[in-house]
């Protein structure tokens, strides 16, 4: 597996890919700004990074040509946007990303474009393509910026949940509600957190099982916690 690095202004954004990319396999650092995306460059070596465009101090196109100009730029990066255009995607890959990404990102662009970018060697130290084009990086525009199932902004975390009794007053949809909500928390617990192998025991797809968890609130931290202590 490999080491990843997410640099999002955005918290949400940087907790969901973190959960993501872990229930992988790979190792997370995050970053929220330039700043702290140069130093954890430096300090992790990251195998990819994943790079959003707009940030307080430093946009993510000045820091990949920096990277380019500087001979940093020594893995795969792709580019994120939630206000991105096919000349922000073309500008992207011209300056050495590898793809484009617009947010919310779907959760098959997002696997499919690490595994791609995993997959390609490294670039040439200091080389950034002269007359590069979107669709010489694996993913074209087209695909990178089409919609498409949308990624939850962030888990809704909650406090401890006690031992769920059943009230069978209340209206349906709740009791259907409160049960779904046992029943996937049960799951999360069983398989320590792992998002794939809930995925696989209950029928979900990944992404409808995400804006599932999501809508009952339950809190995907739960079952990590308990298979740490």
Avoid at 6 to 14: A, M, P, S
Avoid at 182 to 198: A, D, I, P
Avoid at 201 to 209: P, Q, V, Y
């Amino acid at each position: 597996m490999a080491t990843i690095l997410v640099v999002d202004d955005e918290l949400g954004i940087r907790a969901l890919l973190s959960e993501i990319l872990a229930d992988e396999g790979h190792t997370v650092e995050v970053a929220e700004n330039a700043a702290q995306a140069r130093a954890s460059r430096q300090r992790f070596r990251p195998d990819l990074v994943l790079l959003d465009i707009w940030m307080p101090d430093v946009d993510g196109i000045t820091l990949l040509k920096e990277w380019g100009a500087t001979s940093l730029l020594t893995m795969p990066v792709i580019m994120m946007s939630g206000h991105g255009t096919i000349d922000t995607a073309v500008e992207a890959t011209k300056v050495g990303a590898m793809a484009f990404l617009e947010k919310p990102i779907t959760l098959q662009k997002l696997l499919r474009a690490v595994e791609q970018g995993l997959a390609k060697p490294a670039p040439r130290s200091g080389a950034v393509p002269a007359h590069g084009s979107a669709t010489d990086h694996g993913l074209t525009v087209e695909s990178a910026m089409t919609g498409g199932a949308m990624l939850p902004t962030l888990p809704m975390m909650l406090g401890p949940q006690s031992e769920q009794s059943f009230d069978l007053d209340r209206p349906l949809r709740e009791a259907r509600d409160a049960f779904e909500k046992s029943y996937f928390e049960f799951h999360l617990s069983q398989e320590n957190g792992s998002m794939t192998r809930v995925a696989e025991k209950t029928g979900l797809e990944r992404t409808h099982l995400y804006r599932k968890l999501k809508q009952l609130g339950v809190d995907l931290t739960r079952g990590k916690r308990g298979a740490a202590t």
